[in-house]
């Protein structure tokens, strides 16, 4: 099929939804956009897209609707709000949500897009901005097989690896296990170098140590630099992962399991987030001990 | 210099100590070992290591002493208990602790053998039984540059890094430091599967997004199939793990700096340990999800 | 006035709401109820209370609402779902809320009640069900003076001391803050149990104890025979309780103040309840060390 | 018996052990007293108490010795350290200890004691200073009844009430599950109060509501005025509460019990040790939320 038969529509222009649509449009799809902050769609306009006037006029546009906001209450207003997406959606399109939000929100969406004939996939994405501008970004999803099959194509464009988890609501749980782990890292890296500094030695010594041991990680070797020069340049927001981490408890919460490490950690991105006079990024929690 | 020349003593016959001390005969040198349960010196005296009948008898023996003992008191009753190795070390000799213990305790020893004319390192290892058994193990060393270079032909028998990190008690602390963040990841990861299972996924599902992500770590490659699985023979023992974390907290209760999610992690494995019948690996923390 | 002339609606007949709306009627007032479960209206209805088919028709009958219910979804259900009684509020009436909710919520309740010319008090009690039968029920609440002035007959029939604290929220989260002290001084309770009674010792010899010291509480007089004996017949129902902390989590995670402690026991909790086969009083937190 | 023809040693003459030596001397009996810093026995010394060299020449000069110091390592030092007490404890001697120190600790000076014919008594005590000066003291004991029936008339001149607990070490559990509970309600105090002052109502709102609600304790009339006026004059200073959070952890570590709302409370009173200058009274823990 010629992409750009295919109407896409997209959702929300942050951090990582400009370059996914950036990538869309290289690939040759017909792209309607709309963002809050209409200002942040020029480059995206520039490059071809249009920009609607709402989030009702990109969904009655769209054969493919994806969507990309900073959290629950965001997605809610995009698609039940005023002029909202859902009431307008395509009977037999698709509607992939990158978000991260909660499980339950994800079949509930998934509930009411079917009730319009529309298919749905919860489908955030690991990666990065960096990941996003290169059209490598990890998609972790649920819903139908049948449904991610259809949708490969376009996802593809945006990244490279499409993980099918189960059902609807899967991909969100799978995400927040993610990020979860992420939070937790860095957080006892923080914990670790506060221990270590406040005992007379350098931070890097810990550091050099660690990435010959197995205690490296992923995270060492992207956000350590951050934590040893206390710089915190926003790469994934300290307010998104905080508020993850509320997703995951909320999830243990209903679930009744348990999670005494995580709630901890996030009592302290807690901390640091009420402390904040600017936006940071989540390797931060390191301000907890510099206070 | 001939290796045979030297006279090393060894105490401390676990599954650390056992595979240094192979290595060190393996070099050539004169091994003169002791521990507290006899039967474990077996293979090193079939070896052509002279079994002492007490830490006393081998200190006396010895150009170089090291010691790798499971926690704090049995360091304390090896160097001042019954016929302790302490008071019979030779003036000008070298004493190497590769026990993990608490920083403070390592100073004392330190200006114990000052007074004595004994020059002490702290040296605790990672690397596990494999690494001892490789000769590849990392060397966390806090002492003096002097007393590291001369010991430095006799550790890089059992050790591919030797990094120094500061004056006696910083390889301790670095330990530690190591050693509270291993416990997190495994409690992390822990954590997460509890939630992805009781959500209805599989683990192995979290597992696999992970290793495609910036939560990849060594810890998620060597103990997420134990977690998996649910099976828990020890590489490294719970029990010590659980210890450690006491040592870091106490270090980090002295000096003042707060660590929540260590504190909140230290009660899981205490959990599990209360309830455990068995000697269990540290990734066992998974069972207080699995009671 | 005549109380008979002031027409009184009740919504939500559990253990608080059914006593509370009997002294109600034995003051004087006329009374029209709805509950989810409607044969929990029964001895109201016997006691001269009419029965309505929503909370729709309880509010269109009312001068004056009353609430009560589970936690905010059963509230925003009460209020806006199907045959909601929010729409349905007269212009003039006032509204009261006795369920324990976010302060957002209670604010949210306030804006829309004020859109229709309807007064609002956020009015969450303490006192359990036995103060409610007493009619000693313990009032926080938040809202406009004038309005709890001519609230405070009706108030009055049912609690003994009507604490005005604010602006609407102010009332809920006064409720928030006093039950995580009360969540915290159980738990505190039941940990310190734990270790005297694996100590070797009888709990009832710490409780001796803490009657003739600084450590005696009013949960101590009341809930230490539940944790004792291991009877936990519910009086607050562990459910409510976790919910309540979980509302207390939200808002200090909003207002970035962290909770420790409170984060902490909120998964004790969160543990107990999500092994729990039956509805337990809140004491029940015992069960994490009795599992 | 006369009093005075009993011979009674005193070690430690802080806040607690000045009022107490006082009462004993106002009871007619003969006292030595020895403290590291000498000139806090200038009051007793005035009043007619022999002030001794060493602890051993205490111990050589009492029938019955009584100690209170800060911690385990004074305690040690006392009594195994330079011309130290435990050598010189007369045969048939009777030794109470009123510090706050491990259960394990108890034992082993039980131990010691039987050794040398001398009887002991884990005795700590609850009360503040203001209990010794009235001789209104709670004395939680460890030890042998028949001891304790000996020791009763002694300990009775400082203290209204001698609770019994079991074999030695039974005292010290209790009184360190007694400050667990503590350091939680005063820690859940300024939890509740940093939500509702951070909301914008007065603190002072809150403690009147639980005056009059279950949530009423002990340590609200004592604690509550200190963390609203951020006074916090050393009444039982934070160091010794955070010491004793560290003992109760200990003891739940080793016994395998998770205690995970004192573990997080444990390091918010370490958070503000850490950033302390001065002396200050464990409701301190307040400033963790006003840095």
């Known amino acids: 099929m010629n992409p ?16 996914m649509g950036m990538n869309l449009i290289k690939a040759g799809y017909s792209l309607t956009v709309w963002n809050r902050t209409a200002s942040r769609a020029d ?11 709402s989030p009702e ?3 009655a546009a769209s054969d493919f609707l994806l969507t990309i906001v900073s959290d629950p209450p965001a997605l809610e207003e995009v698609l039940w709000g005023n002029c909202g997406a859902m009431p307008a959606l395509k009977r037999g399109s698709i509607y992939v949500d990158s978000s991260t939000i909660s499980p339950a929100l994800a079949r509930k969406i998934a509930a009411a897009g079917a009730e319009r004939g529309v298919r749905f996939l919860d489908a955030p994405v690991t990666g990065g901005d960096w990941g996003a501008k290169k059209g490598e970004l990890v998609f972790m999803i649920g819903g139908d097989a049948e449904t991610l099959k259809e949708a490969e194509p376009i996802l593809s464009v945006m990244g490279k690896k499409l993980f099918h988890l189960g059902p609807n609501g899967a991909g969100q749980t799978i995400k927040l296990a993610m990020n979860m782990i992420l939070a937790l890292q860095v957080d006892a890296l923080a914990e670790a170098l506060a221990l270590t500094t406040r005992s007379g030695i350098a931070g890097e010594k810990l550091v050099e140590v660690m990435q010959s041991s197995m205690a490296r990680s992923g995270v060492l070797d992207v956000k350590a630099p951050n934590l040893l020069k206390g710089e915190y340049v926003p790469s994934f927001p300290l307010r998104l992962m905080h508020k993850d981490l509320g997703l995951a408890l909320d999830l243990g919460n209903q679930l009744g399991v348990a999670l005494p490490a995580t709630a901890a950690a996030r009592e302290i991105y807690n901390a640091v987030k009420g402390a904040a006079k600017e936006d940071l990024d989540y390797s931060a929690v390191m301000k907890f001990w510099k206070r």
């Open 57 to 59: 006029e990109v969904a």
């Open 43 to 53: 480059e995206l306009v520039a490059a071809g897209a249009k920009l609607a006037r």
């Open 4 to 19: 750009a038969a295919k109407h896409i529509g997209l959702i929300g222009l942050g951090l990582m939804g400009r370059p």
